[in-house]
């Protein structure tokens, strides 16, 4: 435990430097090449932030200029954002303070993003609902114009009852991805969605082995 905090605070040390510059460094997912993100905020260079927010990034600026809505205030710490943001506790300009699965919002959105957001929902909160993530995610589906997109990413193991849902399909995404880290330099790589259920989550630092991204098509 003591050498793993110690070898963190020495890539912390090292990367701190490089914050806010262009990695040179890169990530393939689903066949396209994205740049790891090197950010002071969250510290993304030791994290999976590294590749979330590109591939989130890449998906948004996909959309053009349709109606987006993102669940969890993430982007904006990276990026200039102008679409609908949905976080209940984070205060900031903008951003409406709702529960998810109890949207009073009414779309219909073309796109509807969240990044490592939807773990929360149902387990850090003062009731404990494991069914709660379920009903975020279908309350999303109905605000989903015909055709529209909802893309997620979930950290592994945050939430056991949650991957369960996912792994059983029993959630109503239409396809699911995976990327794993590699080592301790947070490089990761795409691999069979099979292959990480079992990764553990990092709870001594905070931080994911395996992420899954889920996508859902209305």
Known sequence: MLTDCLAWGARWAVGRPLAGRPATATFAHDGSVHSYLRHPYNWTWLNERAVEVPLAAAVLAGAGGQRVLEVGNVLAHYQHVA???????????????????????????????????????????????????????????????????????????????LDRQLRSGELGFTRLSALRRTGPANRWEQVPLESVWDVDYDWLLYTAHAVVVAELTR
């Open 83 to 161: 679409h609908t943001v949905v976080d209940k506790y984070e205060q900031a300009p903008g951003v409406l303070n709702e529960d998810v699965a109890e949207l009073t919002l009414t779309g219909p959105y073309d796109l509807i993003l969240a990044v490592s957001t939807l773990e929360h929902v149902g387990l850090d909160e003062d009731v404990r609902d494991p069914d709660k993530p379920a009903r975020a995610i279908a309350r999303l589906t109905a605000l989903l114009a015909p055709g529209g997109r909802l893309w997620c990413t979930f950290p592994v193991g945050y939430n056991p009852d």
